[in-house]
């Protein structure tokens, strides 16, 4: 995964605005987006685990080890050097 923030552009208005309000609430743009964002997760989790609730879980694929041996068959390339 990238560990690198994404770049935010913001238009030049918006900008304006948050200067003013972290000149206002003596905080720095980053703390205001910071508490933006915390604040729209806060409000979407609650949302999100609502949705989750809706979703069926298919007990076939509910992460459960299957008991039939025939089911677990992996294709792996044979490394053993061709007998004589």
Same mark, same amino acid.
């Given at each position: 995964m990238n560990s690198q923030p994404t770049p935010?552009?913001? %238009?030049p208005i918006t900008m304006q605005r948050l200067s003013t309000i %972290?000149? =206002?609430q +003596?905080? %720095?743009?980053?703390? $205001? $987006?910071d508490k933006l964002v915390e604040e729209h997760f806060s409000q979407l $989790?609650?949302?999100l685990e609502?949705? =989750? +609730?809706?979703i069926p879980i298919d007990p076939a694929r509910s992460g459960k080890r %299957?008991?039939?041996?025939?089911t677990d068959v992996y294709m792996v390339p044979n490394l053993d050097p061709p007998e004589q």
């Open positions: 935010l552009t913001l %238009s %972290s000149l =206002m +003596k905080l %720095s743009v980053e703390q $205001i $987006i $989790i609650p949302q609502e949705y =989750m +609730k809706t %299957s008991s039939n041996r025939e």
